[in-house]
């Protein structure tokens, strides 16, 4: 059985799936208290490795300080990928503008991308796992099997 986390952040929560899914939902407001305490699960869940995050963002604002404390704070190494989901064309461009300032400075080499529903968020994770050679926890792995030959009875 997987394991599964829930944490409830301001409006907001955040559900951990084994082995390296995080699912985020931003409902209302996000402020730079909310960011701290989702830096605080990011460390704890991405500690071993690296992660995917699905965040649903079509619920929610971000104000100016909240983003910059987002650029200052994550670390490209917690992550495999990041997708938003449900992102208007103003979330989109103000996550756009803070990665391409990420990208200039070195710290980031993480892709960002954005899907309009889950299962489209959920076939890209899939995409980036296997672009970077990462096993699908839900996929059964092709294990050969052993077949003996034929002995011959005297």
């Not at 899914?21 to 460390?43: A, M």
């Not at 490209?76 to 938003?84: P, R, S």
């Amino acid at each position: 059985m997987s394991l599964i986390r829930e944490w409830t952040f301001g409006n907001h929560t955040a559900r951990w799936e084994e082995p390296d899914l995080l699912r985020l939902t931003w409902r209302g407001p996000t402020r730079v208290e909310d960011v701290d305490s989702l830096v605080l699960i990011v460390k704890a869940v991405a500690a071993e490795r690296p992660i995917f995050v699905i965040s649903d963002v079509s619920q929610s604002t971000i104000d100016k300080a909240a983003r910059e404390r987002f650029s200052q704070s994550l670390h490209a190494q917690w992550f495999h990928g990041l997708v938003y989901v449900g992102a208007d064309a103003l979330q989109r461009a103000i996550t756009k503008a803070i990665v391409i300032a990420l990208y200039l400075t070195g710290k980031w080499r993480v892709d960002i991308e954005f899907a309009d529903t889950e299962d489209e968020a959920q076939r890209i994770v899939s995409r980036i796992r296997r672009a970077r050679g990462v096993p699908d926890p839900h996929r059964e792995s092709a294990v050969p099997l052993s077949l003996q030959e034929p002995q011959a009875m005297a």
